[in-house]
């Protein structure tokens, strides 16, 4: 853990310079424990006045809850570091899953620091990703969802992604750094936890370090999504400006000319959810059938809620 050490000392030394500080989002399991630690080994003690815990009691475990409040304030204490405790009470739940439930909470206590400029750590690691990987894929994603987790969420920091789980324990277990367990991980209600707890260990038995390369893989797709990305702005730009080849347009996979024809709507001021694909098939329909018959004359297609027109003019389509 020693260069994670340093990594995080660089980076909380840019955080504190750039923003007023940082709330490390802690259950008190080893993960979060385990980057409250980190965080607070990597800096001075004179800078521990910028880090504060952050812990969301939802009920739904009352003697294991009461123990993590108790096992938090005296860590905290100890640390030198703030903590605040939100209580939920799962009887003004509304009508929707605990999962999503909880993470509406999460986001909205998080929403709070970061209209701070307060950086919000979590401690999602190696596991964590290849799990939402899985989930993503097996749920059907496109492929911008096959990146996976981000370091780097605007303000929402996620510093332990290239940590292994085990690895992250062991040291907690070296360094004799006590944490809280929380007994529903065991459980398979879940969909999340039966890819933890069986799906994962399978795959590693029987490929050693799968979950490397199946994070590997959503680091891969991240940096070609990049690419797509920069180059889709390029061809956005010259459709809302002078225009772009018709050909170049036209050349390019359906979903890219959805991306791009969806970019151009919201750019002219287009609202709510994206376009059709009635819509969409309809345009793309439009774009290549003129653009194979080769004619000369102009043709216009509305966009919904006339923000703007889709105009052909020989071999030029552009967004006026």
């Known amino acids: 853990m020693n260069h994670l050490r340093h990594v995080l000392a660089a980076t909380l030394e840019d955080i504190f310079q750039q923003y007023k500080g940082v709330v490390v989002s802690c259950s008190g399991g080893a993960d979060s424990i385990g980057l409250l630690h980190l965080i607070c080994q990597s800096i001075p003690s004179e800078k521990l006045s910028q880090i504060q815990v952050l812990h969301i009691n939802y009920g739904l475990r009352p003697k294991e809850n009461v123990e993590e409040e108790i096992f938090l304030s005296k860590l905290c204490q100890s640390l030198g570091v703030y903590l605040t405790i939100k209580n939920c009470n799962q009887l003004e739940r509304p009508q929707i899953g605990v999962q999503q439930w909880a993470r509406q909470i999460r986001r909205q206590a998080w929403q709070k620091y970061l209209d701070q400029g307060i950086v919000v750590a979590v401690a999602h690691h190696m596991d964590d990703f290849a799990e939402n990987l899985i989930l993503r894929m097996s749920r059907g994603?496109?492929?911008?969802?096959?990146?996976?987790?981000?370091?780097?969420?605007?303000?929402?920091?996620?510093?332990?992604?290239?940590?292994?789980?085990?690895?992250?324990?062991?040291?907690?277990?070296?360094?004799?750094?006590?944490?809280?367990?929380?007994?529903?991980?065991?459980?398979?209600?879940?969909?999340?936890?039966?890819?933890?707890?069986?799906?994962?260990?399978?795959?590693?038995?029987?490929?050693?370090?799968?979950?490397?390369?199946?994070?590997?893989?959503?680091?891969?797709?991240?940096?070609?999504?990049?690419?797509?990305?920069?180059?889709?702005?390029?061809?956005?730009?010259?459709?809302?400006?002078?225009?772009?080849?018709?050909?170049?347009?036209?050349?390019?996979?359906?979903?890219?000319?959805?991306?791009?024809?969806?970019?151009?709507?919201?750019?002219?001021?287009?609202?709510?959810?994206?376009?059709?694909?009635?819509?969409?098939v309809q345009a793309e329909g439009c774009l290549q059938m003129y653009f194979n018959s080769g004619s000369g004359e102009s043709k216009f297609m509305d966009f919904p809620q006339r923000v703007g027109k889709i105009c052909l003019s020989k071999e030029i389509i552009r967004i006026v």
Not at 164 to 172: A, Q, T
Not at 201 to 216: D, K, N, Q
Not at 241 to 249: E, F, I, R, T, Y
Not at 253 to 277: D, H, V
Request: hydrophobic share 40%; charged share 25%; net charge positive.
């Open 141 to 280: 994603t496109s492929p911008a969802g096959w990146c996976g987790l981000n370091v780097w969420d605007a303000l929402i920091w996620r510093p332990l992604l290239g940590v292994r789980k085990d690895d992250l324990v062991n040291w907690l277990e070296e360094e004799r750094l006590s944490f809280c367990f929380d007994s529903s991980n065991a459980q398979d209600k879940y969909a999340r936890n039966q890819i933890r707890n069986h799906v994962l260990p399978v795959l590693e038995r029987i490929y050693p370090g799968a979950v490397e390369r199946i994070c590997r893989l959503g680091e891969d797709v991240r940096e070609r999504e990049r690419y797509f990305k920069r180059a889709q702005e390029s061809m956005l730009h010259r459709m809302m400006g002078a225009g772009l080849l018709l050909k170049d347009l036209c050349e390019l996979p359906q979903w890219q000319i959805f991306n791009l024809l969806t970019e151009a709507f919201y750019a002219k001021g287009g609202r709510g959810q994206a376009l059709s694909r009635a819509f969409l």
